[in-house]
């Protein structure tokens, strides 16, 4: 029988993980079934159905919204970068039916910035708009890369403190914001068709502005930054992809090619 995967979420039917995960499969000359599974939104039900996938031979498991913190919760061991996030999105079956807790959203969105768009970190101002669990998930991993700054900026600024404070990093309010080489937007505003409320300004001198949200058409913040001077822009496709590269290792040992398989991806949703 082939190695069994899954991804837990609510909602979950449109989830692009079993693409991404059986192309994965196919460069290592593998089959994999990796099925979606639709979990009630309490720790409860997370739990039950996580123990039965893994009972019933399930190897590894993709979390997504809103579940993350749950498998954190429940995870019997933690990365250090799961840890840091306060989140797990990537569940593997250890000896003993123990499961590990690890969190690849940082990496992936990283690795996606470096590799595939080819834009380095190191040495640069990074801002990163949103102070939730997105944002959470991913400083840890930037700091790694050396930048110059890390500043975060969310509409409820007290949040953003509270982060700033517990990574030692910067905190500016929207109106204070000054020129970022590097611009994250880890807010949820586009699934509303909305863009926070930064200043035009802001986008002047960047090299890249990165929504972390994804779509066929470029998102509100793309746009907006465009308008206003970015000089290159780029949706979430390639962190989806990248971040299931990541767990993809884990769980196989093999670490997948992901430019073909965000190009192949980038075509289904045209
Ligand atoms: P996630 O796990 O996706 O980060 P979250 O923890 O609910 O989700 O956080 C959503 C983030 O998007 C928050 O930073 C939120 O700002 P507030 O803390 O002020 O609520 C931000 N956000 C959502 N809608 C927004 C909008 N229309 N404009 C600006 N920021 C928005």
Redesign the pocket.
Known sequence: MAAQYTVFGNPIAHSKSPQIHTLFAAQQGATIWYERILVENSPQHFQAAVRQFFAQGGLGANVT?PF?QYAFDLADELSQRAQAAGAVNTLILLPENRIRGDNTDGVGLVHDIQHNLTFSLQNKKVLI????????GVILPIAEQNPASITVA???HS?AIELAKQFGIQAAEFADLQQYDIIIN????G??G????VPARVFAGCQLAYDMLYAAQPTPFMQFAQQNGAAQTADGLGMLVCQAAYAFELWRDFVPETASVIAQMRENMN
Do not use: E, M, W, Y
Not at 194 to 197: G, I, S
């Open positions: 919204v993350k708009i949103g102070a939730g669990g997105a944002t959470r969310n509409r409820t949040k880890a807010t949820s505003s699934l509303q909305d863009v926070p409320d």
